[in-house]
């Protein structure tokens, strides 16, 4: 079992957010939402982005697809403490499988976590030189506890659906909302979706190098202080990482990202600026229905986007 981290050439798959809270799903298609619809969940099926409940979960998929009447082939994603992001440097390797090789090789000195109770994959962030001119590769390498996915691929499978991927949200989110300007860009943006999980990105153009979700809750009291204490922390880490670029903004998504005073409190506790997501991005989201709250349907729209060639 692997995961899916790179595109697939199935064109507009429907993307499917678990996200805790609610469950929310998006068929991206040429830039446009050509089908969405989203189901509150009651809680204690999904804890801190963990499966709880995989049967209470499994009936409640099941209502929601065919109340909405989506296909049984989706894109779910994952975000929660059992997920380890590392990037690590190789020599430039042209050939799938020794570049596999040498990834897991990485892997098991980077990642603190048993490989043999993982799933592991990896994607390919950027190209550099060293500084005697060998070609090098930054590589994205993603380590999720079997179990946890085993489990949330449980209540789907009961629920009659096939999971064609398993995404990261976190790659997700940068895939709807960053612009990679053929890689221009001089600085990093940290990407913070407010749903069910609190969940942080730290993305170079369409490059995500860095992600974890954030013990603070949004709509906690005293929400914006903790908040900005976690993502200080969050980009303190980032860079660390050798080619790390300096931050140059925070990009709020989610349900939480409605609240003003939040976005404010966060800027004047960060000191750099803060803003809004458009909620999904460039995607036109005019088909969405009347009085949808599009928020909530970024990391719909980013898993269906992975599984566009």
């Not at 082939?73 to 596999?100: H, M, S, Y």
């Not at 914006?224 to 990482?241: F, H, P, V």
Request: charged residues 25%; proline residues 5%; hydrophobic residues 45%.
């Amino acid at each position: 079992m692997t995961f899916s981290l790179r595109k697939t050439s199935d064109r507009g798959m429907v993307g499917l957010d678990i996200d805790g809270r609610y469950l929310a799903a998006a068929q991206v298609d040429n830039g446009h939402v050509v089908r969405a619809a989203s189901h509150d969940l009651p809680e204690g099926l999904v804890r801190d982005g963990e499966v709880s409940d995989a049967a209470a979960l499994a009936q409640q998929l099941k209502g929601f697809v065919a109340d909405a009447g989506l296909p049984r082939n989706v894109r779910i994603g994952v975000a929660n403490q059992q997920i380890v992001v590392r990037v690590v440097e190789l020599p430039r390797i042209e050939d799938p499988k020794q570049r596999d090789a040498a990834v897991r090789f990485q892997a098991s000195e980077a990642i603190a976590m048993p490989l043999d109770e993982a799933v592991l994959d990896h994607q390919i962030a950027g190209y550099l030189e060293a500084p005697d001119g060998t070609p090098r590769m930054q590589v994205v390498v993603v380590a999720a506890r079997r179990t946890m996915i085993e489990t949330l691929l449980e209540a789907v499978k009961s629920a009659g659906l096939k999971a064609e991927g398993v995404d990261l949200d976190a790659f997700a989110l940068v895939r709807a909302l960053a612009v990679d300007e053929n890689g221009a860009q001089e600085s990093a943006r940290v990407f913070c979706h407010l749903g069910g999980v609190t969940n942080l990105a730290v993305a170079v153009g369409s490059a995500c190098y860095f992600t974890r979700p954030l013990a603070a809750v949004w709509d906690d009291e005293d929400a914006a202080s903790r908040l900005a204490d976690e993502i200080r922390l969050s980009i303190d880490y980032y860079m660390t990482q050798p080619q790390a670029k300096p931050v140059g903004e925070v990009v709020l998504s989610g349900p939480g990202s409605a609240d003003g005073e939040l976005e404010e409190s966060l800027r004047v506790h960060l000191g750099i600026p803060v803003r809004v997501a458009a909620p999904l991005g460039v995607i036109d989201g005019s088909a969405l229905g009347q009085g949808e709250d599009p928020h909530r349907y970024t990391v719909a729209a980013g898993l269906s986007l992975g599984a566009a060639a």
